[in-house]
């Protein structure tokens, strides 16, 4: 009995992006770091009225907007693609920041951005910077609320229980601004900055059977007519060829089929 031979279909590759860095990625994240930088130094101004409005509500609330500092990790992990990438944003945005004018100090200010970064880029790292979806980036900026909650808990909030009321309210709105922040707004950005790919599609193309299907409909319904206007066309074709007349046979026969059309329409629309 011969061998039979299976063939199987051969495995498609897993489309994974290159890990190294390119001289297009670096400008990508400085630009990306200087205008982050920016919105840092604006929300340090328009932190003390808010923490105030929020403070005044609940003590701790004020904590949910903090992910606004931090939002830049998951951001830039999700545009580069890239190893370090959210510590290289961070990095430049801290720079920047410092440069036009902070009020925090630079040791601050350097050591949480680089901690936000790490942090940030657990997730993907977990996943080998193959996976680049909205849970992930939800579990990165919910990890790095974490870490900034418990920075400010043990380093800026002295004094202040975990288990104490503002603490656990402190704890709680930290980490849904980074889910909220962080997490969603980071994903949301980064598919407003991903260009839509252009699907060209064929051109429609009208069928052209209505027209046989109009005229099988009239005759079917009136054959009579249709036989009386063929009829009628045949013996003004032939007195045209008779006569040389070839650019009168050129009008009875385009009115002739004008007619023969409009009347196709008339009695038999198509649905």
């Known amino acids: 009995m011969p061998a039979t031979t299976i063939h199987t279909l051969p495995k498609r590759p897993i489309a994974v992006s290159s890990l190294k860095w390119q001289p297009l990625d670096i400008a990508v994240g400085a630009t990306l770091g200087a205008a982050c930088g920016v919105i840092f130094w604006g929300f340090n101004f328009a932190y003390m009225p808010i923490s105030s409005v929020f403070g005044a509500i ?4 004020a904590s949910i907007v903090h992910a606004v500092w931090y939002f830049s990790g998951t951001l830039a992990v999700l545009i580069l693609r890239k190893p370090g990438a959210a510590l290289y944003v961070n990095l430049i945005g801290t720079l ?15 050591i949480s951005a680089l901690l936000q970064g790490v942090f940030a880029e657990i997730p993907f790292a977990l996943t080998r910077y193959r996976m680049f ?29 975990f288990v104490s009321p503002r603490g ?20 949301y950005l980064m598919l407003a900055d991903t260009p839509k790919p ?12 209505h027209r046989a299907t109009r005229l099988t409909l009239f005759a079917r319904h009136f054959p009579g ?17 008779e006569s040389g007349a070839s650019r009168v046979s050129a009008v009875i ?17 198509l649905p």
């Open 198 to 209: 252009v699907v060209l599609r064929p051109p429609r193309i009208r069928p052209r059977t």
């Open 133 to 161: 979806n909205l849970p992930i980036s939800i579990a990165s900026g919910a990890l790095v609320a974490l870490e900034y909650g418990t920075y400010l808990m043990l380093f800026r909030y002295v004094g202040v229980s």
């Open 58 to 61: 609940l003590p701790g609330f």
């Open 168 to 187: 656990i309210v402190h704890m709680i709105s930290e980490v849904t601004g980074g889910v909220l922040i962080s997490g969603v707004m980071a994903w």
């Open 225 to 241: 007519n249709v036989a009386l206007i063929e009829g009628v066309s045949g013996m003004l074709a032939q007195q045209s060829r």
């Open 96 to 110: 920047v920041e410092t440069v036009i004018g902070s009020q925090f100090d630079l040791g601050f200010v350097i």
């Open 253 to 269: 026969a385009l009115w002739g089929s004008r007619l023969m059309l409009s009347i196709d329409k008339l009695m038999c629309p």
